[in-house]
């Protein structure tokens, strides 16, 4: 997504969905960030808000809707990280 809005294209060039994907993309977590921030609430709140107004901007309200229901649990603490699966358990070592 990061070649959508190249350097020589400038913002006013870009359409509302490009501009929505770019901002999607630097507001997801990355790999190497994954297990500081896979606990942030407001982090993961903005990642799949982000990735809703994708969705509802591609006319998908179908896959904006789970998302944007992901982001109210974090906000209102109903929902948290999982245990990293590639960590194992650790009750049993």
Do not use: F
């Not at 630097?26 to 107004?53: G, P, T």
Request: aromatic share 4%; charged share 25%.
């Amino acid at each position: 997504m990061s070649e959508i809005l190249s350097s020589q294209q400038s913002l006013s060039d870009a359409s509302t969905i490009e501009l929505a994907q770019a901002l999607a993309e630097r507001l997801s977590i990355r790999d190497r960030d994954w297990h500081r921030l896979k606990s942030n609430r407001k982090a993961r709140a903005i990642e799949q808000s982000a990735v809703a107004l994708v969705y509802l901007l591609k006319d998908n309200p179908e896959e904006a809707l789970p998302r944007l229901q992901q982001a109210v649990g974090w906000l209102d603490r109903s929902i948290s990280a999982p245990p990293c699966p590639t960590h194992g358990d650790r009750r049993l070592n």
